[in-house]
């Protein structure tokens, strides 16, 4: 396992956490509890399936599982862009992690096995 293996495993993990602390303060109302639930799944699951990624048989599944890490960031951005457009949450107090999800997204994920 690489530096960098092990970076980006302490930083989804990290990562996950917060969307965990992000989930758990919104309102209680219908809307932010769909929302928050979509997200909870999505942001945790960025983490879960990165170690899998890293535990990957083959180049081939590494790449699978590569994928829907990027894929679950992804989604992790749309469901906090909704809760801001939404006006359910202040951006500015979802910019930080807005902005993690996007460098996930966008991040030079491990390119070898």
Do not use: H
Request: charged share 25%; aromatic share 6%; hydrophobic share 40%.
């Amino acid at each position: 396992m690489t530096s960098r293996t092990d970076e980006l495993k302490t930083r989804t993990k990290k990562f996950a956490l917060r969307i965990i602390k992000v989930s758990r303060a919104l309102p209680r109302c219908p809307e932010p509890r769909v929302i928050g639930y979509q997200l909870l799944r999505s942001g945790t699951s960025v983490a879960a399936n990165y170690r899998a990624a890293c535990r990957g048989r083959s180049r081939p599944e590494f790449l699978t599982k590569i994928g829907i890490v990027v894929e679950e960031a992804d989604e992790t951005v749309f469901w906090l862009e909704m809760l801001t457009e939404a006006g359910l949450v202040r951006g500015e107090l979802l910019g930080d992690i807005i902005s993690e999800a996007n460098q996930l997204v966008a991040s030079p994920l491990p390119s070898s096995l």
